[in-house]
């Protein structure tokens, strides 16, 4: 069993700061490092990757609108995984979700462990 719990959405005005954080926890009898991902849902859009790291952080991916603005990294130690996000902007507003795949991949079908999801809210 594998589960991901997301937390740090919330509200911030254009050009704030957040930080979102993943745990990942598993069985002993799973445990394993994951490539990790985020993606939103903006509303009305489909789900879109936002960043991704591979097991050892040391490949990452981006979407080009959040390149320089947002930042991917792990804590292979404690099991976690952080998106860390500056200048936000309107458009960032969506649900955003963690995601847990076995390689490293930008593609959401090839991620099998998903978040339930932590909202972020941009105001102009």
């Known amino acids: 069993q594998v589960q991901l719990v997301e937390s740090g959405g919330g509200w911030v005005q254009t050009g704030g700061s957040l930080r979102l954080s993943c745990a990942v926890s598993m069985s002993s009898w799973t445990s394993r490092t994951f490539a990790m991902g985020w993606f939103r849902r903006p509303p009305g859009k489909d789900p879109e990757i936002v960043a991704a790291?591979?097991?050892?952080?040391?490949?990452?991916f981006y979407l080009d609108s959040v390149k320089g603005r947002f930042t991917i990294s792990r804590d292979n130690s404690k099991n976690m995984v952080y998106l860390q996000m500056s200048s936000l902007k309107p458009e960032d507003t969506a649900a955003y979700y963690c995601?847990?795949?076995?390689?490293?991949?930008?593609?959401?079908?090839?991620?099998?462990?998903w978040g339930q999801g932590t909202q972020v809210t941009v105001s102009s």
């Open positions: 995601a847990a795949s076995d390689y490293f991949s930008i593609d959401r079908d090839h991620y099998g462990h």
């Open positions: 790291i591979d097991r050892n952080g040391d490949r990452s």
